[in-house]
């Protein structure tokens, strides 16, 4: 059976967690939600990686087999998303003892750092959840989500606006399903905004040319 691009399982030196990857004096994050996206993100000049599962949700806590092969395939630093589900970010109990077990699992499996966050139903900051979260993750780094998407229409704008010196994005274009046979007459899952048979993949030119806009305003 013909598989896609396998790679080699061979680890290799990598760069140390935290503020690795801020190059040139800025940091771009891009975040990825498979083994393919994360090496193409690297080709492209990330500084660090967001692990996801289901970016179509905005985002979910990706499987431990993806990190672990992520982490034998990139050098750059891996920040792994912690959300149980998609929607809103007001969570049960038994979905905060999820995100716990997650962060446990996510740090066994070599994650250099965390990603989540957590609303009250008012829509404020869930502080008292957020430090008991804070504290699992120790002594690793915490990135709070919640925020908007960076293309490159728009970066040079909040670049200059904001003096960020970190920025995050996806840089996805779609990209064919290798799939000879197709049945159209049945979508997998619910009603579908692409077709099953195209693949959004971090794109190795949108990362450079972010990276490019990033270097000409910052450095």
């Known amino acids: 059976m013909k598989r896609q691009g396998a790679s080699s399982e061979r680890k290799r030196a990598r760069k140390p967690s935290g503020k690795a990857g801020m190059t040139n004096g800025f940091l771009m994050e891009v975040c ?37 092969v992520v982490k034998q395939c990139v050098q750059i630093p891996v920040f792994v998303m912690i959300r149980p589900r998609g929607g809103d970010f007001l969570y049960s109990d038994r979905e905060v003892e999820v995100m716990k077990a997650d962060i446990r699992l996510a740090k066994l499996y070599g994650a250099d750092g965390l990603v989540f966050g957590a609303l009250t139903e008012d829509g404020n900051i869930d ?6 979260l804070v504290a699992i993750c120790r002594p690793l780094p915490v990135t709070f989500h919640r925020g908007g998407g960076i293309t490159d229409r728009n970066l040079q704008r909040i670049l200059e606006g904001s003096g960020a010196t970190e920025f995050h994005c996806s840089a996805r274009s779609a990209r064919d399903s290798g ?8 979508a997998m899952g619910a ?15 949108q990362v450079r040319t972010l990276n490019a806009i990033a270097k000409n305003i910052l450095v």
Not at 127 to 132: G, V, Y
Not at 180 to 186: G, T
């Open 32 to 68: 990825v939600d498979s083994v393919e996206s994360a090496v193409n993100a690297e080709r492209g000049g990330a500084g660090r990686i967001e692990l996801c599962s289901g970016l179509l949700e905005g985002g979910t806590t990706p499987s431990m087999g993806v990190l672990q």
């Open 127 to 132: 502080k008292e959840l957020c430090m008991s």
């Open 179 to 186: 799939m000879k046979f197709r049945n159209f007459s049945v």
């Open 191 to 205: 009603s579908l905004s692409s077709s099953e048979y195209s693949q959004k993949v971090t794109d190795v030119a």
